[in-house]
């Protein structure tokens, strides 16, 4: 592993955090670009971090997200549960029944166009049935095809998207994908709905020894220096004799959980299980929650009260750091409007929408533990975020930020003002007038020309970032001006966040390519990348989120919701949850922001 930077093991947990996720890894399977000139140096972020290189049965070498993802029956689509790298047709066509044979052919989903469009773009399957795949980035495996000219991809519409495999660009390992066939996507019936069926699910061996076989694949992988590729349910191990320098152990797992369905409980029984048997590295969850919900579904809106109450709970008691994701305005069940950003058009009750957002944001708040250099580890930024209890955070990001060409950083940070320069990202409301406890922020996507005051020797400074002489330490003193008390940790990088197709179109058309704010539209030109502001914070509006739902908990009555309770959940549970959701937001209060009961 170059550059000390450790591997992280990522888990996806529920059909919207398939959504953010197919973003997240598109996102950086757009990154995966091989420089221009050999002699040009690496990213500044470390790809190896979240993917893994390995070989199929034909010596292809392949570079896969080290992920295990477990969704429902029916939400794959036209993909493949075993995925489409490693698959053998003359193994395939190896039947050792010679009698007769009836076959049973389930009906297909029909491919997406962008997806069908994707597969002829970046590989060929040859006549041995081995599918070639573009190449892995920094030199690693084949040269790229370069016989036939790659058609311009289709950009798949709303309206094609129907889950998140629709629009997914990067192939996956065939130990990444576990389905929950005891659950359906669709349909009203056998739905997986209460945090105790998702709870369950990990109680039961089946399910339970398909988790810990991929996690012991991944991290064994990790920690002992083997390449075990699957072929299916086979697997083939094959060892590489390489430096120990370049190897590291896993530094931590990061869990992407839906906190408004049943996998609350799976990821909560998730955590706990990474707790038991990874101590001592890192575990950072993200519960994401869709857009803002309706009024007229009470029964849904009930279940996903207490869905994320007992998720951020359970979460919280078996993480290093727990924060809430969401567009929308609240945790509880009064309805807020969503969140909206100034060169921002979305629709709130589109996942394909949301999970964009979201994505970016979770692509610059988890920079500092995937730097090539001088990475700060999952449990150091826990530690720094996490002290006093206080083991849930918010996110804030300003997508995109607003960078006009004739400006620098330090102007830009001048016009913001007092005011928070970000929009929140965790359902807490406002952060006006709370406290901010300690916070790691990132800003990415500046050319290195606009981090300091480019103003003629002698002119009158117009603020005290205008004297600093590098773009870290303008970002620095700025966050000191606005939280002066704070525990603050900041990073600044030149790489933006990637915004290619099949990333929703939802800029402000006064954005450049680059993202950068124009006087006037540019002529015939889409946003490839944007820069970003994004922020972790352990915050006092988390004493206010977490005390009004434990208020609106407190205020059902439980024998309207007997099926939420008949999942597995007992009264003394919901008792004990209620207790520790007060807890949970006391240790958020400050001086000026006291819990009401």
Not at 321 to 343: D, K, N
Not at 399 to 408: A, E, G, H, T
Request: aromatic share 8%; glycine share 8%; charged share 20%.
């Amino acid at each position: 592993m170059a550059g000390g930077a450790r591997e992280v093991l990522t888990l996806q947990l529920g059909h919207f955090a398939g959504f953010v996720g197919a973003h997240w890894w598109n996102q950086q399977d757009a990154a995966l670009c091989r420089p221009n000139d050999a002699k040009e140096p690496p990213g500044e972020l470390c790809p190896d971090v979240l993917y893994r290189t390995g070989r199929t049965l034909h010596g292809q070498e392949t570079y896969t997200p080290r992920l295990i993802l477990m969704d429902l029956k029916g939400s794959l689509s036209s993909l493949k549960q075993e995925g489409g790298l490693y698959r053998d047709k003359q193994l395939d066509a190896a039947i050792a029944w010679q009698g007769k044979l009836t076959t049973h052919k389930e009906e297909l989903y029909p491919k997406n166009p962008y997806l069908q469009d994707l597969l002829s773009a970046e590989g060929v399957l040859s006549s041995d049935g081995t599918w070639r795949v573009k190449s892995i980035p920094n030199g690693k495996g084949p040269p790229p095809f370069t016989n036939a000219r790659a058609p311009k991809p289709v950009m798949p519409t709303e309206g094609s998207i129907r889950v998140w495999s629709d629009f997914l660009r990067v192939h996956l390992h065939p130990r990444s994908i576990c389905m929950i066939h005891k659950y359906n996507h669709d349909g009203e019936a056998g739905r997986l709905e209460a945090f105790g069926q998702g709870e369950s699910i990990l109680k039961e061996p089946k399910y339970l020894e398909e988790l810990e076989d991929r996690l012991h694949f991944y991290v064994e992988e990790c920690d002992y220096l083997q390449v075990a590729e699957g072929h299916g349910g086979h697997c083939i191990e094959t060892s590489l004799i390489l430096p120990l320098s370049l190897f590291t152990s896993l530094q931590g797992f990061q869990i992407l959980c839906d906190l408004h369905d049943g996998f609350s409980g799976l990821g909560a029984k998730a955590a706990e299980l990474l707790q038991d048997e990874y101590s001592g590295r890192g575990i950072i969850t993200w519960g994401l929650l869709p857009g803002p919900y309706r009024l007229g579904e009470l029964q849904k809106n009930i279940y996903r009260l207490l869905n994320t109450a007992f998720g951020l709970v359970h979460l919280s008691a078996h993480s290093s750091l727990v924060c809430p994701l969401s567009l929308g305005g609240s945790l509880g069940l009064r309805p807020e409007p969503p969140v909206s950003f100034p060169l921002l058009q979305y629709d709130a009750a589109l996942p394909v929408h949301c999970g964009a957002i979201l994505a970016t944001a979770l692509d610059t708040v988890t920079v500092p533990y995937r730097l090539r250099s001088s990475p700060v580890s999952m449990v150091h930024l826990a530690d720094m975020l996490n002290f006093s209890g206080r083991k849930v955070v918010t996110a804030g990001a300003t997508i995109p930020f607003p960078l006009v060409p004739s400006q620098s950083l330090p102007d830009t940070l001048m016009q913001l003002g007092q005011a928070t320069p970000w929009t929140p990202l965790s359902a807490c409301g406002d952060p006006s007038g709370t406290c901010c406890f300690a916070q790691s922020v990132v800003l990415r996507g500046l050319d290195r020309a606009r981090h300091t005051s480019q103003l003629t020797p002698g002119t009158p400074l117009p603020s005290p970032l205008h004297a600093c002489t590098t773009g870290e330490e303008v970002l620095a003193q700025y966050l000191q001006q606005q939280q002066p008390r704070v525990r603050s940790s900041s990073h600044l990088l030149l790489t933006p966040c990637k915004a290619v197709p099949p990333y929703p179109y939802l800029f402000s058309s006064r954005l450049s390519q680059h993202g950068l704010l124009l006087d006037a539209p540019p002529a015939g030109t889409a946003v490839e990348s944007i820069p970003v502001l994004g922020a972790l914070c352990s915050s006092s509006s988390l004493n206010r989120a977490l005390g009004d739902l434990a208020k609106d908990l407190s205020k059902l009555d439980l024998r309207r919701w007997a099926s939420f309770m008949d999942a597995g959940v007992e009264q003394d549970d919901l008792e004990e949850t209620l207790q520790d959701l007060r807890d949970l937001a006391q240790c958020y209060e400050s001086g000026n922001d006291r819990l009401v009961d």
